[in-house]
T-cell receptor, first 112, second 114 residues
Framework: AQRVTQPEKLLSVFKGAPVELKCNYS??????LFWYVQYSRQRLQLLLR??SRESIKGFTADLNKGETSFHLKKPFAQEEDSAMYYC??????????????FGQGTTLQVKP | KAGVTQTPRYLIKTRGQQVTLSCSPI?????VSWYQQTPGQGLQFLFE???????NKGNFPGRFSGRQFSNSRSEMNVSTLELGDSALYLC?????????????FGPGTRLTVL
């Protein structure tokens, strides 16, 4: 079964500390992977996706097919990074169009 | 470009009633996906529409249905409401030239069933 696991419900760090939000997936093929972020009282928005290999707001994510992971990293956390982060995948294939499978989310709390 | 809009933003209904939620996608986007978000189950896929056709469906009972119009706007209907249907309902739109296109989300409709 296709599944996304975010093992931490809450991650609390101090400003300036490195951040790593973990994401593991279960899928037999090569999925398309995303990180979405939801700031307080705002809509869910795309942070980055694997295929674009961009760095957004200092965040990067590397796909490790061997470990089936797509961890999100930032070297120096900022207070404005405090939000809920969701890892998600879309499996390839005509039967999976438009179907994002989300992890349970991790709340990142950056303390001053 | 204007973002995805959803109406209404809040709804209160009683058990047994039915409800219709509306979603207007980003201009030029042809695919609309719907999700249910609850504290217990998280974000779960309901269905996806493209060019007025349902292309994909999640594991929800038949009480949940939807449709898409020729202008790509979409509606979602829930009949015979149950307490457990209380949730935030999100829609997302994408270009959907391929099934893995980036989805852009609306603000959601908060449905409360009493």
């Amino acid at each position: 079964a296709q599944r996304v696991t975010q093992p931490e419900k809450l991650l609390s760090v101090f400003k300036g500390a490195p951040v790593e939000l973990k994401c593991n997936y279960s899928y037999s093929g090569s999925p398309e992977l995303f990180w979405y972020v939801q700031y307080s009282r705002q809509r869910l928005q795309l942070l980055l996706r694997h295929i674009s290999r961009e760095s957004i707001k200092g965040f990067t994510a590397d796909l490790n097919k061997g470990e089936t992971s797509f961890h999100l990293k930032k070297p120096f956390a900022q207070e404005e990074d405090s939000a809920m982060y969701y890892c998600a995948l879309i499996p390839y294939g005509s039967s999976n169009t438009g179907k994002l499978i989300f992890g349970q989310g991790t709340t990142l709390q950056v303390k001053p | 470009k204007a973002g995805v809009t959803q109406t209404p933003r809040y709804l209160i209904k009683t058990r047994g009633q039915q409800v219709t939620l509306s979603c207007s996608p980003i201009s030029g986007h042809r695919s609309v996906s719907w999700y249910q978000q609850t504290p217990g189950q998280g974000l779960q896929f309901l269905f996806e529409y493209f060019s007025e056709t349902q292309r994909n469906k999640g594991n929800f009972p038949g009480r949940f249905s939807g449709r898409q119009f020729s202008n790509s706007r979409s509606e979602m209907n829930v009949s015979t409401l149950e307490l457990g249907d209380s949730a935030l309902y999100l829609c997302a739109s994408s270009l959907a030239n391929v099934g893995t296109d980036t989805q852009y989300f609306g603000p959601g409709t908060r449905l409360t069933v009493l």
